[in-house]
């Protein structure tokens, strides 16, 4: 069973750019948490979604960021117009019905604005 | 505003020895903990989990004891193998408010020496 994959692993982006992350969750998971990772801090909670709804948006920022779980295909995290500021660890988890709170980890996407 | 605090960054332990690992939390709505466990350029990998209801969890080598009149939770790891070096980290969720998210500490980096 594979586990939780991210891609890219690492993504350079200009500030002004948009990051595009992907995540596909373990299969027969049906919940998909995004979480940044700031240098030498911890996870920080982002976004908890099902199959087509977002079910916990409150550590999102405002602004330029946004996440989709469609109904196929991966979750995907977008940040729009990048700045310095957003260079972090993204790491995706999933978990699976009817225990969400079971939570397995992707390797992360390391995104770098330059 | 740090609901889980990790408050030792790093710590050093004979190989075979006992390490504690502690995290404290202030939010009462906290009822599902977790360790996990994270090398470099990777994602956290689970260790283990308690859930509020009870004060002690064991698999193998690690336990997890939870004070929740004191809102302290530890991790001991015995005995400690140089394989275990890495950050550890605690998480808590408020699952009965409806959302499965965690909330991480910061972290603290073991080191096991041989």
């Known amino acids: 069973n594979a586990g939780v994959m991210q891609n890219p692993r690492h993504l350079v982006r200009r500030r002004g750019q948009e990051a595009r992350l992907r995540c596909s969750p373990m299969k027969g998971h049906s919940h998909v948490y995004w979480y940044r990772q700031l240098p030498e801090e911890g996870l920080k909670f982002m976004v908890y979604?099902?199959?087509?709804?977002?079910?916990?948006e409150s550590g999102m920022p405002k602004e330029r960021f946004s996440a989709e779980f469609p109904k196929e295909g991966p979750s995907i995290l977008r940040i729009q117009q990048v700045v310095r500021g957003d260079s972090a660890a993204y790491f995706c988890?999933?978990?699976?019905?009817?225990?969400?709170?079971?939570?397995?980890f992707g390797p992360g996407t390391r995104l770098t604005v330059t | 505003d740090q609901q889980v605090k990790q408050n030792s960054p790093s710590l050093s332990v004979q190989e075979g020895r006992i390490s504690i690992l502690n995290c404290d939390y202030t939010n009462s709505m906290f009822d599902y903990f977790l360790w996990y466990k994270k090398y470099p350029a990777e994602g956290p990998t689970f260790l283990i989990s308690i859930s509020s209801i009870k004060d002690k969890n064991e698999d193998g080598r690690f336990t997890v004891f939870l004070n929740k009149s004191a809102k302290h939770l530890s991790l001991h790891i015995v005995p400690s193998q140089p394989g275990d070096s890495a950050v550890y980290f605690c998480a808590a969720s408020p699952t009965t408010s409806g959302t499965y998210k965690y909330i991480f500490g910061t972290g603290t980096r073991l080191k096991v020496l041989a």
């Open positions: 988890a999933s978990s699976p019905p009817p225990r969400p709170s079971e939570q397995y």
């Open positions: 979604l099902q199959k087509e709804n977002i079910i916990d």
